[in-house]
Every structure is written in C-alpha cells, then in structure tokens.
C-alpha cells in the first residue's frame, strides 16, 4: 500500500493504480534534453526515436520501500518527480527513482526499465500548493562511493517541461487523457561525473518557496547472475 496521508490525506493501494506511466527526455531546454542522450549513447543506448517518449510500465513495480534486489550489477537510479491523479485531491505531486538496468538499456529503453522496481517517497503534495512557483522546485540525489556520500544529480524543475505541457504531450504522444489513479513519473537530469551504479540511492524533491522537502532512500542488493 502507498500511504500519502502524511501530507494529503490520501491513500493509493497499489491494486487501484490504473497506469503507470514514465515519462523520457521531457527536458524544456533543448541542449540539456541533448546532454542526457549523448549520456545514454555513451553507454550504448539508441537515440529515442521522439522527443518527449512515453512507457507504460507495470503499476506493480511502484514500491516505498527501501530495498530493492536487482539482476548483475549494471543498476543505477534517477531522481524524477511523480505526479498522481487522485480521484479525491487532484493532482498530487511526489518524488521518485526510476531504477534502470544499463547493460538491458542498451537492447531495450522499455525492458531495461520494466525490469526494475520504481521507488517512490511516500509523501506527497497537493499539486496546486507549487504550481504558481513551480520553476523553484528542486530535485537532488546522493550515491555512496568509496564511503562516501556524494551529489549524483541537481537541478531546478525548470529545466523540465511543466506538468501542464508533459501531460498535454503524453495526450499527443499516446491518444488518451492522463486519467484517474493513474502515476506519471518525468524524465531526469543529467548526473554529475556520469551515469554510474551504487549500493545506496537517496533521492528528494525541494520546495524552497514554503520551506520543505520530501526525501527517501533504498539500498540495492544485487542479485548474481549464474554463468
């Protein structure tokens, strides 16, 4: 179960998640949107065929919970907001990772995410408390490395499309509304030094404007891959 009652009072069992949508290279600036690909084809991605794309995921890769066990080490995570369409409070805004296989990135974008658990923090804002200062939010996360806690990845949301134009987009790009219970999780931001694994994730979205923050973590536990 998603308990969001800390914040909106509400809550989401997994089983009424309608869909589970992700949401690629959804940056409004141009050149950053062109960083992050160039970052992917280093690693052996394809360019995405358009921009911004669009995976439904299955809804039961959503967890809050702070392990994960994943298959070989080619695993990392990305900070990226989440929005949900409550049937009971609107739109409600929440940060999230999404967990992605690297090595599997570069045969398959879709598998390669599908294959991994979304962690997700379980707070969430009421969508209209941020949206007249939006462009202030900030998103963060922190990998661990030789013991050491380090920035992975920073950056304000407006570098990225607003809600408003990602979910027209997704409209567009998919032919139907984003609707009732479903779970829209944006595309990130570059990471700093590179694309790399950790054993450690810690993510948050900042509201410097009312002054708080949404944080969560998950360890990794890798699963070894039989010869």
């Known amino acids: 179960m998603l308990n969001f009652t800390a914040e909106c009072d509400y809550v989401l069992e997994t089983k009424n998640i309608n869909r589970l949508i992700l949401?690629?290279?959804?940056?409004?600036?141009?050149?950053a949107v062109e960083t992050h690909i160039v970052?992917?084809?280093?690693?052996?991605?394809a360019r995405p065929k358009s921009v911004p794309t669009f995976f439904r995921m299955s809804r039961d890769r959503i967890t809050t919970g702070k392990v994960i066990e994943v298959s070989g080490p080619d695993t990392s995570g990305e900070v990226e907001f989440v929005i949900v369409n409550s049937p009971k409070n609107g739109l409600l805004l929440g940060v999230g990772s999404d967990h992605t296989d690297r090595k599997l990135e570069t045969v398959s974008v879709c598998q390669s995410k599908q294959i991994c658990e979304k962690v997700i923090a379980p707070v969430f804002?009421?969508?209209?408390?941020?949206?007249?200062?939006?462009?202030?939010?900030?998103?963060?996360?922190?990998?661990y490395e030789d013991g050491k806690r380090i920035t992975y990845q920073e950056g304000s949301v407006d570098s990225?499309?607003?809600?408003?134009t990602l979910?027209?987009?997704?409209?567009?790009?998919?032919?139907?509304?984003?609707?009732m219970s479903d779970v829209i999780m944006r595309g990130t931001i570059s990471a700093i030094g590179g694309i790399r694994s950790s054993s450690r994730f810690e993510f948050e979205i900042e509201d410097p404007i009312l002054g708080r923050k949404i944080s969560h973590h998950y360890k990794i536990t890798t699963l070894p891959i039989p010869i």
């Open 167 to 179: 979910l027209a987009d997704y409209k567009v790009y998919s032919g139907s509304s984003f609707g």
């Open 160 to 164: 990225m499309l607003h809600v408003d």
């Open 39 to 45: 970052e992917l084809e280093e690693l052996g991605v």
């Open 125 to 143: 804002w009421n969508f209209e408390e941020v949206h007249g200062h939006w462009d202030s939010l900030i998103l963060r996360s922190f990998i």
């Open 23 to 31: 949401g690629g290279w959804t940056g409004r600036d141009a050149d």
